[in-house]
């Protein structure tokens, strides 16, 4: 069974870079079949995909066009977990942050396993 | 507004079947990609209930079915339970959405079981 453990702060200052860490166990971050993502909860913006990470015998990326610039993923396979780092955050990337496993690329990506989620609050 | 249209609720009584479309268009639903279905109880992660249009995941009750034509999909609850009481999403593939297109979700519906 995989499961998927999320840690970071919870309240980030404006104009700063929020930072998320996903610890996975029961797969691995290396996988040649899934792929590791990032996807954000808010009122106002309902569910966001925000990119991924995957291995394909060589690293792959993919950030949501919205985010291009501001976001980055990156594995690390010596702790088999991956990372968010979301910069310049303003009131509005306010939202509860979730990684995701995703299966299958050709036809469709789909999310089977969730972590706990993180509310991130971007306040003074 | 999301990419994927859904009702932003529906109700039916112990019992009833319901259905939560999703609409899409010619670069998600349209051009052959999946859809995939999710239910999200208060204060949870979404957990996924129906993959690759029609396929439950193991453990998933088959009072849950979905479907895909043309540019929708439908996700179908038969027999509703009050534990069946969440927000249900869609999400699909969108390759409209920049160099390497993007995953996308639908608004959500609330199910309200009477």
């Known amino acids: 069974q995989v499961q998927l453990q999320q840690s970071g702060p919870g309240l980030v200052k404006p104009s700063q870079t929020l930072s998320l860490t996903c610890a996975i166990s029961?797969?691995?971050?290396?996988?040649?079949?899934?792929?590791w993502n990032w996807i954000r909860q808010s009122p106002s913006r309902g569910l966001e995909w925000l990119g991924r990470?995957?291995?394909?015998?060589?690293?792959?990326?993919g950030y949501a066009v919205s985010l291009t610039g501001r976001v980055t993923i990156i594995a690390d396979t010596s702790k088999n977990q991956f990372s968010l780092q979301l910069n310049s955050v303003t009131p509005d990337d306010t939202a509860t942050y979730y990684c995701?496993?995703?299966?299958?690329?050709?036809?469709?990506?789909?999310?089977?396993?969730w972590g706990q989620g993180s509310q991130v609050i971007v306040s003074s | 507004q999301s990419v994927l249209t859904q009702p932003p609720s529906v109700s039916g009584a112990p019992g009833q079947r319901v259905i939560i479309s999703c609409t899409g268009s010619?670069?998600?639903?349209?051009?052959?990609?999946?859809v995939h279905w999710y239910q999200q109880l208060p204060g949870t992660a979404p957990k996924l209930l129906v993959f690759?249009?029609?396929h439950r995941p193991a453990g998933v009750p088959d009072r849950f079915s979905g479907s895909k034509f043309g540019t929708s999909a439908s996700l179908a609850i038969t027999g509703l339970l009050a534990d069946d009481e969440a927000d249900y999403y869609c999400?699909?593939?969108?390759?409209?959405?920049?160099?390497?297109?993007?995953?996308?979700f639908g608004g959500g519906t609330k199910l309200t079981v009477l």
């Open positions: 029961g797969d691995s971050v290396s996988s040649n079949s899934a792929a």
């Open positions: 990470t995957y291995y394909r015998s060589k690293w792959f990326n």
């Open positions: 690759g249009n029609k």
């Open positions: 995701a496993r995703g299966v299958g690329l050709t036809t469709g990506t789909t999310f089977d396993f």
């Open positions: 010619s670069s998600n639903i349209g051009a052959g990609y999946d």
């Open positions: 999400q699909s593939y969108d390759k409209s959405l920049g160099v390497g297109g993007s995953e996308v």
